[in-house]
């Protein structure tokens, strides 16, 4: 530990945490889960719109606990603070693309059987919404969609982003870093992370309904995917005392993400592969987040 005792930033921590639970938790347990189970497809539509806004909550709740506690917005860690740090951002805009990719080639490797190029569950996906397009066309739109993805989604998600990474990597992060070492930091930090998202597990957002261990089993991985990508994340933002790279590499997984599951026969499963919600998918976030907290323990013991 570093600091000890209930102090201000125990306070500040604990304010932020409540505020953005219980606003999170009763807006997508009260509005967001009536919507999506609500039997009519316009109105899941709009709860489907409405599960992006709540990645604003915790900008929100950065706002209010600042003004209650008067610790005021000077120093709220959303700065670029480019001189320097230009490698960090690069590596936030493009080290998930390269990751999500290295992830897929894996899962494919260890199930070669579930690549396909014909495009099977898009083509699926399409038909059901009444619309039936060529293994051709479809390999066409992934083609333009990932290069869209690497190239814009960090921009075209940026909003969005950073109203979920003000408030974990712009507040939480400097405060839980002024008082835990780093290991049981990412590790707290990711369980809070993960858990926060727990509504939209149970909603079935990221891994669906009906798995064997519903919901637990869900809210359980989404923890683990949360401490390794907050690892990464933390590490961007450490460096450079800002959020704005974990607001970037957000943005590009939110982007490229998918993009794996378009090549597997079934869409692959979500605890495994290939997208990077899975073990193996992530296979290579959680070497690098790995790394990257090896680095940061040295820097601290230095």
């Given at each position: ?174 405060k839980m870093s002024e008082r835990f070492r780093i290991i049981p930091m990412l590790l707290i930090y990711g369980v809070i992370w993960g858990l926060w998202h727990a509504p939209l597990t149970v909603l079935g957002h990221n891994y669906g309904l009906g798995y064997a261990g519903y919901p637990y089993l ?61 073990i193996i998918g992530a296979a290579a976030f959680i070497i690098t987040a790995i790394v990257l907290t090896v680095l940061l323990v040295r820097e601290e013991k230095g």
């Amino acid at each position: 530990m570093k600091t000890k005792g209930f102090d201000s930033n125990a306070k500040r921590i604990l304010i932020f945490l409540g505020i953005t639970f219980g606003i999170t938790y009763l807006y997508e347990i009260g509005v967001v889960g009536r919507l999506l189970h609500s039997g009519n497809k316009e109105i899941e539509a709009v709860g489907q719109l409405l599960v992006a806004m709540a990645m604003f909550i915790p900008a929100i709740s950065v706002a209010i606990t600042r003004l209650i506690t008067k610790e005021g917005f000077a120093d709220s860690w959303i700065r670029p603070n480019l001189k320097g740090n230009v490698k960090y951002y690069l590596f936030a805009w493009f080290g998930p693309v390269v990751l999500t990719i290295l992830g897929a080639i894996l899962y494919f490797l260890l199930f070669p059987d579930e690549l396909t190029f014909d495009m099977e569950y898009l083509a699926t996906a399409y038909k059901a919404n009444g619309v039936t397009l060529e293994a051709s066309q479809l390999r066409g739109m992934i083609a333009g969609q990932a290069v869209i993805a690497i190239l814009l989604a960090p921009v075209m998600n940026a909003v969005t982003c950073l109203g979920e990474e003000w408030g974990w990597r712009g507040y939480l992060l400097p405060k839980m870093s002024e008082r835990f070492r780093i290991i049981p930091m990412l590790l707290i930090y990711g369980v809070i992370w993960g858990l926060w998202h727990a509504p939209l597990t149970v909603l079935g957002h990221n891994y669906g309904l009906g798995y064997a261990g519903y919901p637990y089993l869900g809210i359980i991985a989404m923890c683990i995917f949360c401490i390794v990508m907050g690892t990464i994340f933390s590490y961007v933002s450490l460096k450079t005392k800002s959020c704005l790279p974990a607001v970037i590499a957000h943005g590009s997984i939110n982007g490229f993400a998918s993009i794996a599951v378009y090549f597997s026969k079934d869409g692959g499963n979500p605890f495994i592969g290939p997208a990077p919600t899975g073990i193996i998918g992530a296979a290579a976030f959680i070497i690098t987040a790995i790394v990257l907290t090896v680095l940061l323990v040295r820097e601290e013991k230095g």
